[in-house]
Nanobody, 115 residues
Framework: QVQLVESGGGLVQPGGSLRLSCAASGLSLANYLIGWFRQAPGKQRELVAYIYSGGNTKYADSVKGRFTISRDNAKNTVLLQMNSLKTEDTAVYYC?????????WGQGTQVTVSS
């Protein structure tokens, strides 16, 4: 059974940092394009960052220079380091694994940026 589990969310003040983790079971993340998405209340889900199996990365303009996506293939995990957080980063964050034939989603983790 394939499962993606996000963790690391929480409440943080503006300017703070969080590190999200997406851990997989039942598949090898090394063979998938992995994306982090987020959805704020009343808004559509949007792409935050993704990392190819070869390690290349892309980011939404809104998070460039602040967020870093990376792989830990030994732990079958993808990380999202989020620095200089802003109130507008508040959302539920989801990871997605896609190999162009099938895609999997995690259940999401809440990130709240507030003073």
């Amino acid at each position: 059974q394939v499962q993606l589990v996000e963790s690391g969310g929480g409440l943080v003040q503006p300017g703070g940092s969080l590190r999200l983790s997406c851990a997989a079971s039942g598949l090898s993340l090394a063979n998938y394009l992995i994306g982090w998405f987020r959805q704020a209340p009343g808004k559509q889900r949007e792409l935050v960052a993704y990392i190819y199996s070869g390690g290349n990365t892309k980011y939404a303009d809104s998070v460039k220079g602040r967020f870093t996506i990376s792989r830990d293939n030994a732990k079958n995990t993808v990380l999202l380091q989020m620095n200089s957080l802003k109130t507008e980063d508040t959302a539920v964050y989801y990871c997605n694994a896609d190999n162009s034939r099938i895609a999997y989603w995690g259940q999401g983790t809440q990130v709240t940026v507030s003073s």
